[in-house]
Structures are given as C-alpha cells and as structure tokens.
C-alpha cells in the first residue's frame, strides 16, 4: 500500500502559486519524499525531493514540517502546462532493500486560465 | 541525452499472437525498470534489472517475460496475453539501483498496448 495521502484533485489559476500537500504520517527516518508528475500522455517527470530540509529547483520548492509527518510542494507561478497528475512518494533511501518507487494515487492538478 | 525512447508507442495485439516492446537510453544507466498503468490508476512496478541482472519480479505472470540484453536495452517479450493486459506500459531508468539518496528515474513515454 502506498504511503502516502493526497487530495485527488485540486484546481489553481495561471500565474498564481499551486501548493499541493502531501501526508505521510508513518515515514520512517530513513526515508525521503518524492514528487512527480504526470502530464497526459507522458511518461512521470522527477520534480524535486527531500529528508527534513525545505528544498527548491528550477521547477518547484518542497516544504516538510518539522515533524515530517507531511510536506507540501509548492509550483510558484503556474501554467496551463503545469496541469498534470502529482506523485508524492516516500522511499528508502539507504539500507538493503531496493527502495522501488512504489506510487500511490496521486493529486489532479488543473490550472485555469 | 537524457532521454528513454519506448518503441512501439502503439501495439495492437491478438491473444495469441507474440510481440516485444523496446526500451533504449544512453544516459550510461545500471538500472532500469518496466512499470504497468492502467487508465486513470497509478503506474504499478513490473521487474528492476540491477547491473543487467533480473533483481525484482513483482510476480508478474508468465506471460511477460523481460530481457536486458546490455545496459542500454531492455526488452519486454509478450505472448498470449490477456485483453485485461491492455495498458501503458512505461520503461524507466536510474544511474544505479535506487538505493542511493537522490537516485531518480527517467521515464520515457511508454507504448500504449491494446490485446484483442
């Protein structure tokens, strides 16, 4: 079963900042959040990733609480070609196991014009 | 490059008929993966290959059959499948077993398979 929750769809108009969250309540010390993303028709895209730290990229910045219980990313001026569906995995990151990128359901992201 | 190019991006297939679907990069990757997503569902893990050796087969029937025949090439032989087999299948790559931190995969954009 994946690990995570995510709302199942969300809407955001062009320009303005989409924030999707992210709970992950059981994740384990050494494990690491992930996002992805989907666009219709494409194969999943790596977004960004992190372990306690806030991190950002070219492409987005992840927030996780203190606690790391849940995290949000954040796309800080979205396009309509931001529309597509967003993973959030947690993975090991370190240890014996192969640490697969297993997905859950994911978040529908649709941005408006 | 940074691509995974995925041939055929479209298969139609009869149930007893025998196909293969082809994945390539040359981005020097050690690991590489087949994912199944069916409509509207998240991509489900089918087999890992580590170094060109079958390390993960997420019992998947027999009826697929995957084959890495060098590091840049894997391969995923079908036959006899069933219509319910329809679905994206995606290929993935990383530059070494996901173990690491950071490790992230490359996914091309799958061959859509139709089985009659």
């Known amino acids: 079963d994946a690990k995570t929750t995510q709302p199942p769809s969300m809407d955001c108009a062009e320009g303005r900042a989409a924030n999707l969250p992210c709970n992950h309540s059981?994740?384990?010390?050494?494990?690491?959040v992930y996002w992805y993303r989907q666009i219709h028709s494409q194969g999943p895209q790596y977004i960004i990733h992190?372990?306690?730290n806030n991190e950002t990229n070219e492409m987005a910045s992840l927030i996780i609480t203190e606690d790391r219980k849940s995290s949000t990313l954040i796309l800080p001026h979205a396009t309509l070609r931001d529309t597509a569906v967003y993973y959030c995995i947690v993975r090991v990151a370190w240890g014996g196991s192969q640490g697969n990128l297993i997905f859950g359901k994911g978040t529908k992201l649709s941005v408006k014009p | 490059d940074t691509e995974v190019t995925q041939t055929p991006k479209h298969l139609v297939m009869g149930m007893t008929n025998k196909k293969s679907l082809k994945c390539e990069q040359h981005?020097?990757?050690?690991?590489m993966y087949w994912y199944k997503q069916k409509a509207k569902k998240p991509p489900e893990l089918m087999f890992v290959y580590s170094y060109e050796k079958l390390s993960i087969n997420e019992s998947v029937p027999s009826r697929f059959s995957p084959e890495c025949p060098n590091s840049s090439l894997l391969n995923l032989h079908l036959h006899a499948l069933q219509p319910e087999d329809s679905a994206l299948y995606l290929c993935?790559?990383?530059?070494?077993?996901?173990?690491?931190?950071?490790?992230?995969?490359?996914f091309g954009s799958g061959t859509q398979l139709s089985v009659l």
């Open positions: 059981t994740i384990s010390g050494n494990e690491y």
């Open positions: 992190g372990l306690k």
């Open positions: 981005m020097g990757h050690r690991a």
């Open positions: 993935a790559s990383s530059q070494g077993p996901l173990r690491a931190q950071g490790e992230k995969l490359f």
